[in-house]
Protein backbone atom coordinates (compact mmCIF):
# COMPACT_ATOMS: atom_id res chain seq x y z
CA UNK A 1 0.00 0.00 0.00
CA UNK A 2 1.12 3.14 -0.77
CA UNK A 3 0.76 6.10 2.30
CA UNK A 4 -2.22 7.93 1.69
CA UNK A 5 -1.51 11.80 0.90
CA UNK A 6 -4.99 12.38 2.73
CA UNK A 7 -3.12 11.34 6.12
CA UNK A 8 -3.77 14.39 8.95
CA UNK A 9 -0.27 15.19 9.98
CA UNK A 10 -0.60 13.35 13.55
CA UNK A 11 -1.52 10.28 12.20
CA UNK A 12 1.54 10.25 9.60
CA UNK A 13 3.48 10.83 12.50
CA UNK A 14 1.94 8.59 15.05
CA UNK A 15 2.57 6.05 12.07
CA UNK A 16 6.21 6.61 11.55
CA UNK A 17 6.55 6.47 15.28
CA UNK A 18 5.04 2.94 15.34
CA UNK A 19 7.52 2.00 12.23
CA UNK A 20 10.39 3.51 14.15
CA UNK A 21 9.36 1.73 17.36
CA UNK A 22 9.47 -1.62 15.26
CA UNK A 23 12.97 -1.07 13.62
CA UNK A 24 14.79 -0.74 16.85
CA UNK A 25 13.09 -3.36 18.52
CA UNK A 26 13.82 -5.50 15.57
CA UNK A 27 17.58 -4.21 15.10
CA UNK A 28 18.17 -4.54 19.43
CA UNK A 29 17.28 -8.20 18.82
CA UNK A 30 19.52 -8.91 16.20
CA UNK A 31 22.38 -7.31 18.29
CA UNK A 32 21.64 -9.16 21.13
CA UNK A 33 21.40 -12.59 19.53
CA UNK A 34 24.45 -11.12 17.35
CA UNK A 35 26.25 -11.26 20.95
CA UNK A 36 24.41 -14.02 21.68
CA UNK A 37 26.54 -15.78 18.81
CA UNK A 38 29.68 -14.21 19.42
CA UNK A 39 29.95 -15.14 23.00
CA UNK A 40 28.92 -18.77 22.50
CA UNK A 41 30.29 -19.77 19.01
CA UNK A 42 33.69 -17.59 19.08
CA UNK A 43 34.87 -16.07 22.53
CA UNK A 44 33.19 -19.44 24.30
CA UNK A 45 36.53 -21.02 24.02
CA UNK A 46 38.41 -18.40 25.63
CA UNK A 47 36.14 -16.91 28.13
CA UNK A 48 34.40 -20.52 28.77
CA UNK A 49 30.66 -19.69 28.75
CA UNK A 50 28.09 -17.23 26.96
CA UNK A 51 26.35 -14.49 28.66
CA UNK A 52 23.46 -16.58 29.65
CA UNK A 53 20.84 -13.48 29.96
CA UNK A 54 21.25 -12.99 26.06
CA UNK A 55 18.85 -16.42 25.33
CA UNK A 56 16.15 -14.78 28.08
CA UNK A 57 16.62 -11.33 26.48
CA UNK A 58 16.10 -12.37 22.74
CA UNK A 59 13.29 -13.95 23.35
CA UNK A 60 11.38 -11.40 25.36
CA UNK A 61 12.44 -9.36 22.38
CA UNK A 62 10.72 -11.48 19.54
CA UNK A 63 7.30 -11.43 21.62
CA UNK A 64 7.95 -7.25 21.65
CA UNK A 65 8.45 -7.35 17.57
CA UNK A 66 5.56 -9.97 17.37
CA UNK A 67 2.69 -7.55 18.57
CA UNK A 68 4.55 -4.19 17.01
CA UNK A 69 4.76 -5.72 13.90
CA UNK A 70 1.46 -6.58 13.99
CA UNK A 71 0.78 -3.03 14.59
CA UNK A 72 2.75 -2.26 11.75
CA UNK A 73 1.07 -4.51 9.37
CA UNK A 74 -2.82 -3.32 10.88
CA UNK A 75 -1.45 0.05 9.55
CA UNK A 76 -0.58 -1.18 6.33
CA UNK A 77 -4.17 -3.69 6.14
CA UNK A 78 -1.77 -6.22 5.29
CA UNK A 79 -3.22 -8.44 7.88
CA UNK A 80 -4.66 -11.51 7.01
CA UNK A 81 -7.70 -11.33 5.35
CA UNK A 82 -9.73 -12.63 2.02
CA UNK A 83 -9.08 -9.60 -0.99
CA UNK A 84 -9.69 -12.55 -3.08
CA UNK A 85 -13.45 -12.96 -2.44
CA UNK A 86 -13.69 -9.58 -1.67
CA UNK A 87 -12.09 -8.03 -4.91
CA UNK A 88 -15.32 -9.64 -6.76
CA UNK A 89 -17.94 -8.40 -4.61
CA UNK A 90 -19.80 -4.92 -5.09
CA UNK A 91 -18.96 -2.23 -3.61
CA UNK A 92 -21.54 -1.97 -1.02
CA UNK A 93 -21.14 -5.46 0.30
CA UNK A 94 -16.98 -4.17 0.30
CA UNK A 95 -18.11 -1.23 2.45
CA UNK A 96 -20.17 -3.43 4.93
CA UNK A 97 -17.23 -6.32 4.72
CA UNK A 98 -14.27 -3.50 5.80
CA UNK A 99 -16.81 -2.21 8.64
CA UNK A 100 -17.35 -5.68 9.78
CA UNK A 101 -13.89 -6.50 9.34
CA UNK A 102 -12.68 -3.55 11.80
CA UNK A 103 -15.46 -4.11 14.36
CA UNK A 104 -14.60 -7.49 14.62
CA UNK A 105 -10.50 -6.73 14.87
CA UNK A 106 -11.41 -4.43 18.05
CA UNK A 107 -13.46 -6.70 19.80
CA UNK A 108 -10.31 -9.55 19.03
CA UNK A 109 -7.81 -6.58 20.44
CA UNK A 110 -10.58 -5.87 23.29
CA UNK A 111 -10.45 -9.68 25.12
CA UNK A 112 -6.97 -9.42 24.19
CA UNK A 113 -5.53 -6.49 26.56
CA UNK A 114 -8.36 -7.56 28.84
CA UNK A 115 -6.83 -10.60 29.06
CA UNK A 116 -3.10 -9.58 29.27
CA UNK A 117 -3.63 -6.50 31.66
CA UNK A 118 -4.73 -9.00 35.03
CA UNK A 119 -1.62 -11.44 33.86
CA UNK A 120 0.59 -8.40 34.04
CA UNK A 121 -0.50 -7.55 37.23
CA UNK A 122 -0.20 -11.45 38.24
CA UNK A 123 3.38 -11.84 37.17
CA UNK A 124 5.38 -8.47 38.23
CA UNK A 125 7.56 -10.45 40.62
CA UNK A 126 7.78 -13.43 38.65
CA UNK A 127 11.84 -13.06 36.81
CA UNK A 128 12.47 -14.62 33.70
CA UNK A 129 15.54 -16.90 33.17
CA UNK A 130 19.23 -14.74 33.90
CA UNK A 131 17.73 -11.50 33.55
CA UNK A 132 17.57 -9.15 36.41
CA UNK A 133 14.52 -9.17 39.01
CA UNK A 134 13.31 -5.52 38.36
CA UNK A 135 11.23 -3.92 35.56
CA UNK A 136 11.30 -3.99 32.60
CA UNK A 137 12.95 -7.75 33.06
CA UNK A 138 10.18 -9.55 35.07
CA UNK A 139 7.61 -11.46 33.31
CA UNK A 140 5.28 -9.00 33.67
CA UNK A 141 6.85 -6.78 31.26
CA UNK A 142 5.81 -9.93 28.44
CA UNK A 143 2.28 -8.34 28.64
CA UNK A 144 3.42 -4.78 27.79
CA UNK A 145 3.90 -5.76 23.89
CA UNK A 146 0.16 -7.29 23.63
CA UNK A 147 -1.45 -3.50 25.61
CA UNK A 148 0.71 -1.32 23.54
CA UNK A 149 0.44 -3.37 20.23
CA UNK A 150 -3.41 -4.13 20.67
CA UNK A 151 -4.06 -0.08 21.77
CA UNK A 152 -2.55 0.50 18.57
CA UNK A 153 -4.01 -1.67 16.39
CA UNK A 154 -7.14 -0.23 17.80
CA UNK A 155 -6.41 3.24 16.91
CA UNK A 156 -5.65 1.76 13.02
CA UNK A 157 -9.06 -0.01 13.27
CA UNK A 158 -10.91 3.21 14.26
CA UNK A 159 -9.66 4.96 11.51
CA UNK A 160 -10.58 2.09 8.99
CA UNK A 161 -14.13 2.42 10.40
CA UNK A 162 -13.91 6.24 10.09
CA UNK A 163 -12.68 5.23 6.32
CA UNK A 164 -15.75 3.32 5.88
CA UNK A 165 -17.78 6.31 7.25
CA UNK A 166 -16.21 9.15 5.64
CA UNK A 167 -14.37 8.01 2.31
CA UNK A 168 -15.62 4.42 1.54
CA UNK A 169 -14.12 4.71 -2.48
CA UNK A 170 -10.49 4.96 -0.85
CA UNK A 171 -11.53 1.05 0.76
CA UNK A 172 -12.93 -0.33 -1.74
CA UNK A 173 -10.34 1.15 -4.32
CA UNK A 174 -7.70 -0.55 -2.37
CA UNK A 175 -9.89 -3.76 -1.75
CA UNK A 176 -10.59 -4.22 -5.30
CA UNK A 177 -6.89 -3.48 -6.29
CA UNK A 178 -7.22 -0.23 -8.14
CA UNK A 179 -4.10 1.93 -7.46
CA UNK A 180 -5.64 4.98 -8.09
CA UNK A 181 -7.44 5.94 -5.11
CA UNK A 182 -3.69 6.48 -3.53
Not at 85 to 101: E, I, N, T, W
Not at 141 to 149: E, I, S
Amino acid sequence: MVENSTKSTPMRYFDRGVKALALLLYGLMILVVGLQILTRWVLGSFIGSSLPWTVNLSQMLLVYITFIGAAVASEKREHISLDLLSSRLPDRAVRALAGLRAILVLVFIGVLVSGAYPLYLQNRGSVIGALPTYPPFTQAWLYVPVVVGGAIIAVYCVRDLWEVIASPETIIAETKGDDDAN
